[in-house]
């Protein structure tokens, strides 16, 4: 119950097209959902967030989708571009004192020039 | 560069050994996570520690340990290691113990030889 599942594992897209990771979850008190973005060599780095009281967010390109009913949310990447390549992890934190995340397996996204 | 700094960058050594990960946080931040990322298990959150105190557990073998010391600089120690134990290991930190932006270290590279 504590998992997070993302797909797909890896994705390839041309510049300029839109990626999608999806992710889901089934512990209903996760109110916290962070994507972090890692480059080869670095530590992974807060790209976006949401909680459950919006159904999406929006930064620049970057969009979270979110699906209360059906646990799920997923990270759209408009207009991607090659330096958005990267692997993209998903989490999950539920209310309490710490800062628990739960992350999703990854998703190595290459977009090609 | 995220401000939190992690000693050694890479680390070799042998089955059965003892090692130590050491982290500085971000200046101001009081909490201090320690993940595991590994091919086959993603990121996997192991202990958190708020101004010196431990703050929630997660799947951290018997035969690991960390602390916070006054200066809020954090170690992991790793004890009789195995091969399986190879991975790299991150640093988080945090201004406080819940749901906020965590900023990852570039991390330890450990290998069990």
């Known amino acids: 119950q504590q998992q997070v599942k993302q797909s797909p594992q890896s994705l390839i897209v041309q510049k300029g097209g839109i990626s999608i990771i999806n992710c889901a979850y089934e512990?209903?008190?996760?109110?916290?959902f962070p994507w972090y973005q890692q480059f080869p060599g670095k530590g992974p780095a807060l790209l976006i967030a949401i909680r459950p009281d919006v159904s999406e967010k929006k930064e620049g390109r970057f969009t979270i989708s979110f699906n209360k009913s059906a646990k799920q949310f997923s990270l759209h990447i408009m207009d991607s571009q090659p330096g958005d390549s990267a692997t993209y992890f998903c989490?999950?934190?539920?209310?309490?004192?710490?800062?628990?995340?739960?992350f999703g397996q990854g998703t190595t996204l290459q977009v090609k020039p | 560069d995220s401000g939190v700094t992690q000693t050694p960058k890479h680390l070799i050594t042998a089955t059965g050994q003892r090692v130590t990960l050491r982290c500085s946080p971000r200046s101001g931040d009081l909490s201090v996570y320690w993940y595991q990322q590994s091919l086959d298990q993603g990121l996997q959150f192991l202990i958190q520690y708020y101004n010196g105190e431990e703050r929630a557990k997660g799947n951290i073998l018997e035969r690991f340990s960390a602390q916070q010391f006054p200066d809020l600089h954090s170690e992991l120690n790793l004890s009789s290691l195995e091969l399986g134990d190879s991975a790299l290991y991150f640093c988080?930190?945090?201004?406080?113990?819940?749901?906020?932006?965590?900023?990852f270290g570039p991390g330890t590279r450990l290998l069990v030889l």
């Open positions: 512990n209903t008190a996760f109110d916290y």
């Open positions: 988080a930190s945090s201004v406080l113990a819940g749901q906020e932006t965590q900023y």
């Open positions: 989490a999950a934190s539920s209310p309490s004192n710490t800062g628990k995340l739960i």
